[in-house]
């Protein structure tokens, strides 16, 4: 079905479309179609825009994406499917690596994601993981040892409350994109990006752009200035009184 622009939830229905054909070329879960729902129903609860808060959030996280000597970006199959693009210029950007890291099986999907980057000229970590991270059961625990076992900021994407604590853990900083401000993921994470990924990847990448450019103790001041807490309070709030303004 072709969406004509103008329609008032275009975004929307196109992100949809993008999920459902990243399952049927084996990028996407069937699982993670349900996932997807359940972050549209919170992106129309932020009246499908970035907030605020959110450009708030996305300054801190490329503030510390930027300083980070191994900065990486983990991928699943429904970011690979949604904004493939973006992240890869949000990589090049910061500069950092990007790693393939799955929940659900079959583990080819690994290469499959691989294989969309290649198609964008980025090679990707993560298709032959050979270290664990502490703490977790599920295939989440396999991580490339170049890439997220030695990073010391980790970009996640999508809700991931257990690896998002795991990596805490571990003594990693982790900046989580998730549109529940209430999941473990955003509580958890030293820095919660609660906004579409498709809207906050884009302005990561200017802002990391940006930052570049200035000085580091600019952007510590701007790291140590915000307070994930009290950000989430905010969005949370703004969902409540349906202020989307």
Known sequence: ???????????????RELIEDGVKRGIVTQTGMIAHGRGEAFDY??????????RKQ???AAAMLVLAKRPVISVN???T????????????????????NIFYPPEKRRKIIAREFAKLGAKILGTKPTKK?????????????????KADVVLVMLEDGDRTEALRKSGK??????????????QKANIAIVDN????????????????????????????????????????????KGNTK
Request: contains cysteine; charged residues 30%; hydrophobic residues 40%.
């Open 173 to 186: 900083k982790v900046i989580a994109i998730d549109l529940n401000p209430l999941s473990r993921t955003a």
């Open 58 to 60: 996305i300054g801190a």
């Open 197 to 240: 990924i498709t809207r906050a990847v884009p302005m990561l990448e200017k802002k990391a752009g940006e930052f570049r450019k200035k000085g580091e103790k600019l952007l510590r001041a701007k790291i140590k200035q915000f307070n994930n807490k009290k950000n989430l309070d905010s969005v949370l709030s703004r969902m409540r």
């Open 77 to 79: 199959g429904n970011a």
């Open 81 to 100: 499917a949604l904004c493939a693009k973006e992240i890869a210029g949000l990589a090049k950007a910061i500069p950092a690596r990007i790693e393939a």
């Open 133 to 149: 991270i502490r703490g977790l059961g599920s295939a989440r625990s396999n991580v490339d040892a170049e890439g997220i076992w």
């Open 45 to 54: 609860l932020l009246g499908e825009k970035t907030n605020p808060e959110a």
């Open 1 to 15: 079905m072709k969406i004509p622009k103008n329609h008032p939830r275009y975004n929307s229905l196109m992100q």
